[in-house]
């Protein structure tokens, strides 16, 4: 409730920006982050979609620069990249030209409500001829991933660097793919690849480590005040969007109101009434714009604009702040303080102290720079600096994003929440069930570790500027509820098995309480959908995916965290596989594999089948003594519906025997237990 109590909703004017700037140049420039870990889990025709929809954007060309961070190093999607900046010649001036809405191709051209009679033939004879080359690009792209390698005709000197090496063992790699050396506005902004150093005794911090390095090679390269990030599944959607983050970043009149600029997830191919409850339209619609009226919505690790500076640790000031913990009265660099916090590279130093003068701009020639990025890309560049920690993103957790938002709010910083029409980006979400609990297993653990780890928000409350009612949102920890829900799962079951009773005899008029309480939450939650425009069915298929989160995807992410605290083992980041959709009928269908995630909520369903049947005859003699309990385990076994249905049916949509012979014993034992201790007089 602490997360409703007042909601904030920010409307923007994009039309009215330039009219209180002199002329664009005084627009901020933007560096732009793409994020992409794997070549084959996540397929570069995805990042290609996203870069360029990102080089068509509505803002001038001179003023941005494309970074593609890859870290697997792979010459697939370096491959790929050079072929898109080709197309991109050809389709940044097309979207331009004739005001293209949505600028990933893929989308563009798989709509035709744009193609009708009333256009010219002259549009009509481009846009068929733009729809026939990205559909070689494509089918380039994707033969060059099907065969894993990149076509021979291509292999030059710039895939010299990807020879014979190991995405988890190799050399900082920074490639300029296109300069955009006359900075026109019309032409092409800057796209630089970018493939951090990795060596297998130095530790790379995942997304949050390659999101540090793309700070520090934008830095010498272009160093903008401003930083976009979007992960490499997400394109943009709504082309004025850079103009609608600029509304909010310039028109406080204070910095420290606008660190960064939230925008929405909001996923494309969503299927009708969200089977998989993983498209978040509540959390995103309603929490978030609640929290917009404590500090700001947390930073959702895409989507977003961020301040430089707050990047950089600097404290919420204003404008005209003076930043004494680094810099001295004079505003000289106190050159040992600055190297301690930020490494031993002058022209990242440099860049630094611009930022601080707001006189932040390219810092270097290409050619010069990119030795610079390259030193700044070095694994070793970190050590024994404030990287990680008071610097940049913050290493600890999975979930970079919570740390990150955690430590603005902590010295003051407040964020903003962008919600355009149309939204700004669409994403891919998961589309099947071991994909969906994969990535809420992954989100869990990030939060549960937030809680216990030395960034604890609770820590930031009693020492900090962080808010009372900002700690309590980032107290909502998903890995902890798996505790009590579960035994909640259980507690019918077992009073079913042992003819116990845990809530009133039916009779009795006390039995309106439990049920005036359960009727009333699911309706305030139900009204929240309804709110939101959203469905009845919608909002059941998101609470049943909750209690199947809850007693496996959360309840691992608990048990990842407790081993990691215990020393027995380190928590894994999963690469959540992203692909695009095609018109698969069965879509909506929960699918299974071996994972023992799937175990939990097999073996809850389980107890509560075998509850039922066991008291059926009682049912049937008219004895409805144990009705709430009868009532209590229908509703846990409607909620594990899925897998009910995964009994009976094969292939990947079924259950496999693995599962439900694990599950079986754990249930049978749990049974037997509970016989053991009725017997014995303990129940």
Not at 472 to 489: D, K, N, Q, T, V
Not at 500 to 505: A, G, L
Not at 507 to 515: A, D, F, S
Not at 661 to 670: E, H, I, R, T, Y
């Amino acid at each position: 409730m602490n997360q409703r109590w007042s909601m904030v909703q920010y409307r923007t004017y994009p039309n009215k920006l330039l009219k209180r700037l002199k002329t664009e140049s005084e627009l901020p420039a933007v560096d732009m982050f793409v994020t992409t870990a794997d070549a084959l889990k996540e397929p570069p025709i995805l990042t290609v979609n996203t870069v360029l929809s990102l080089l068509a954007v509505d803002y001038p060309a001179n003023k941005l620069a494309c970074y593609v961070s890859d870290d697997g190093a792979s010459p697939l999607t370096f491959y790929a990249l050079t072929e898109a900046v080709e197309y991109a010649k050809r389709w940044v001036p097309f979207c331009k030209k004739h005001g293209v809405s949505v600028r990933a191709p893929f989308m563009y051209f798989s709509q035709t409500s744009h193609i009708c009679n009333s256009f010219s033939s002259e549009f009509l004879t481009e846009w068929k001829k733009m729809k026939s080359e990205y559909d070689e690009l494509s089918k380039r792209i994707n033969e060059a991933v099907s065969s894993k390698s990149v076509p021979y005709p291509n292999i030059n000197e710039e895939f010299a660097a990807f020879s014979r090496m190991e995405n988890r063992d190799h050399p900082s790699i920074v490639k300029v793919i296109v300069e955009n050396r006359e900075r026109s506005i019309g032409g092409l902004p800057h796209v630089i690849y970018v493939s951090r150093e990795k060596r297998p005794k130095h530790p790379h911090h995942y997304k949050a480590g390659a999101m540090n390095v793309l700070t520090r090679v934008s830095a010498v390269m272009t160093n903008a005040p401003i930083i976009m990030n979007v992960d490499c599944d997400m394109f943009v959607n709504n082309p004025t969007c850079f103009y609608e983050a600029m509304c909010l970043l310039l028109g406080f009149k204070s910095e420290r109101e606008s660190a960064f600029v939230q925008f929405p997830q909001v996923f494309y191919g969503g299927l009708k009434d969200d089977p998989f409850g993983n498209q978040l339209k509540v959390l995103f619609s309603v929490v978030l714009a609640g929290i917009s009226a404590i500090q700001g919505p947390c930073y959702a690790g895409t989507g977003c604009f961020h301040r430089r500076k707050t990047i950089y640790g600097f404290p919420a000031e204003d404008s005209k702040g003076n930043f004494l913990e680094f810099f001295n009265g004079s505003n000289e660099a106190n050159m040992e303080e600055l190297i301690n916090r930020f490494g031993h590279c002058k022209e990242l130093l440099r860049s630094i102290l611009s930022i601080h003068l707001n006189k932040a701009g390219d810092t270097l020639s290409f050619e010069s720079a990119v030795e610079a990025a390259h030193i700044v890309a070095g694994c070793k560049y970190e050590n024994n600096t404030y990287w990680g920690d008071q610097v940049g993103w913050v290493y600890g957790s999975s979930t970079e994003d919570l740390l990150l938002s955690l430590k603005l709010f902590s010295t003051g910083w407040r964020s903003v929440y962008c919600t355009p029409q149309p939204p700004a980006f669409l994403g891919c979400a998961p589309s099947s069930g071991p994909e969906t609990l994969l990535q809420q297993r992954r989100w869990a653990a990030g939060q549960l570790e937030l809680f216990v780890g030395r960034h604890s928000p609770l820590l930031s409350t009693i020492t900090k500027k962080l808010e009372i009612r900002q700690c309590l949102a980032f107290l909502s920890i998903w890995a902890l509820r798996p505790i009590p829900e579960i035994f909640y799962s259980i507690l019918p079951a077992l009073s079913l098995l042992t003819n116990t009773h845990f809530m009133p005899k039916f009779p009795e008029p006390i039995v309106l309480i439990p049920i005036s309480l359960f009727v009333l939450f699911n309706f305030f939650g139900l009204m929240e959908y309804w709110r939101c425009n959203l469905s009845t069915r919608e909002w059941w298929n998101n609470q049943r995916m909750a209690r199947i989160n809850c007693a496996s995807g959360w309840l691992f992410g608990f048990f990842d965290v407790t081993l990691k605290l215990l020393g027995l083992s380190d928590i894994v980041f999963f690469v959540t596989p992203k692909d695009e959709r095609d018109n698969d009928p069965n879509a909506d269908k929960f699918t299974f594999n071996s994972d023992v995630m799937f175990i939990p909520p097999t073996t809850l369903l389980f107890l509560n089948l075998v509850g039922l049947v066991i008291i059926a005859p009682k049912l049937a003699r008219g004895d409805f003594n144990m009705l709430l309990e009868v009532l209590c385990s229908a509703w846990v076994v409607s909620c594990f519906n899925p897998f009910l249905k995964g009994l009976v049916r094969k292939g990947r949509y079924g259950l496999p025997w693995s599962i439900i012979c694990k599950s079986g014993a754990l249930a049978l034992m749990f049974i037997y237990i509970c016989k053991v201790h009725v017997q014995g007089g303990l129940i």
